[in-house]
């Protein structure tokens, strides 16, 4: 019988493996991360940091090994138990938005919270807030297809955190945006990750965003290519600590879901 992960690792993963299609991408992967930790894994492109955070995320079944959540094991999970999973305690950003078309930003912001049963007031505040705070509140009434990509994406970050899940899966958040915006994105996600105790687990290829994390992983080959190294925050951990005060404003009213279809708003919809 296995051992149990640590009680301080909120997510612990032991020995996991996972290919696809016969190509290994992930090659005995063992990995701790504690509760509110802001965790960077690096690597070139190709290197396993979107099926890291896959298995991780219960979005992908490993193929060997563990993967423990609040001391409870993800790896034996079926598919329903994994998607109610992801729906209930995680949030997550990706490279592409992947918004509901049909809903407005504002829309596509409240409605993980509506799903969990907020109610509309407090649904629809939390997401004005949340995008004032990416700078895009002029548009939460606007749909998705009249937006820019980088206004897309900032309204996919802002969904991610209006429910305050317990861990925020990043995979290449800021790929759709220019420096200064990417590093906007990132204190905001990073501020508001500290602030709320929250799990942030960041994907990137870019070495500019690890200053923003408060350790670092480097995956090259599938393989964790060194131990895991804290990161010197310097100027970043000041300009989060000054975002940290207004992200933690936010208090939504409701428990936090993930990423939902469309099907379940007809009927709350403003």
Same mark, same amino acid.
């Given at each position: 019988?296995?051992?149990?992960?640590?009680?301080?690792?909120?997510?612990?993963?032991?020995?996991?493996?996972?290919?696809?299609?016969?190509?290994?991408?992930?090659?005995?992967?063992?990995?701790?991360?504690?509760?509110?930790?802001?965790?960077?894994?690096?690597?070139?492109?190709?290197?396993?940091?979107?099926?890291?955070?896959?298995?991780?995320?219960?979005?992908?079944?490993?193929?060997?090994?563990?993967?423990?959540?609040?001391?409870?094991?993800?790896?034996?999970?079926?598919?329903?138990?994994?998607?109610?999973?992801?729906?209930?305690?995680?949030?997550?950003?990706?490279?592409?938005?992947?918004?509901?078309?049909? %809903?407005? $930003?504002?829309?596509?912001?409240? =409605?993980?919270?509506?799903? !969990?049963? @907020? #109610?509309?007031? /407090? &649904?629809?505040? +939390?997401?004005?807030?949340?995008?004032?705070?990416?700078?895009?509140?002029?548009?939460?009434?606007?749909?998705?297809?009249?937006?820019?990509?980088?206004?897309?994406?900032?309204?996919?970050?802002?969904?991610?955190?209006?429910?305050?899940?317990?861990?925020?899966?990043?995979?290449?958040?800021?790929?759709?945006?220019?420096?200064?915006?990417?590093?906007?994105?990132?204190?905001?996600?990073?501020?508001?990750?500290?602030?709320?105790?929250?799990?942030?687990?960041?994907?990137?290829?870019?070495?500019?965003?690890?200053?923003?994390?408060?350790?670092?992983?480097?995956?090259?080959?599938?393989? %964790?290519? $060194?131990?895991?190294?804290?990161? =010197?925050?310097?100027?970043? !951990?000041? @300009? #989060?600590?000054? /975002? &940290?005060?207004? +992200?933690?404003?936010?208090?939504?009213?409701?428990?936090?879901?993930?990423?939902?279809?469309?099907?379940?708003?007809?009927?709350?919809?403003?």
């Amino acid at each position: 019988m296995s051992a149990a992960p640590p009680d301080n690792d909120v997510l612990w993963a032991r020995g996991i493996v996972k290919s696809h299609h016969g190509t290994p991408a992930l090659r005995g992967i063992s990995l701790g991360i504690r509760e509110g930790e802001v965790l960077a894994v690096t690597g070139p492109r190709g290197s396993g940091k979107s099926t890291l955070l896959g298995c991780l995320s219960a979005l992908l079944p490993v193929d060997a090994g563990e993967v423990w959540f609040n001391s409870a094991p993800v790896h034996t999970l079926g598919r329903a138990g994994r998607e109610r999973l992801r729906r209930d305690r995680f949030g997550f950003v990706g490279s592409e938005p992947h918004l509901v078309p049909e %809903l407005t $930003a504002r829309e596509n912001v409240a =409605l993980p919270l509506l799903l !969990a049963g @907020a #109610g509309n007031k /407090a &649904a629809y505040t +939390a997401a004005d807030e949340w995008l004032e705070r990416l700078d895009v509140g002029e548009i939460g009434r606007i749909r998705p297809d009249r937006l820019v990509q980088s206004q897309r994406q900032r309204i996919a970050v802002a969904r991610a955190l209006a429910p305050l899940p317990p861990v925020v899966f990043a995979d290449d958040p800021t790929a759709p945006l220019h420096r200064e915006a990417a590093d906007q994105v990132l204190r905001i996600l990073t501020s508001a990750a500290r602030s709320h105790q929250l799990t942030l687990v960041l994907a990137t290829h870019d070495p500019e965003l690890v200053r923003y994390a408060d350790r670092s992983v480097a995956l090259v080959d599938g393989r %964790l290519a $060194a131990p895991a190294a804290p990161v =010197l925050r310097h100027a970043a !951990a000041s @300009a #989060g600590a000054a /975002a &940290a005060a207004s +992200a933690g404003a936010v208090t939504p009213g409701a428990a936090s879901p993930g990423t939902a279809g469309a099907s379940a708003v007809s009927a709350t919809r403003r």
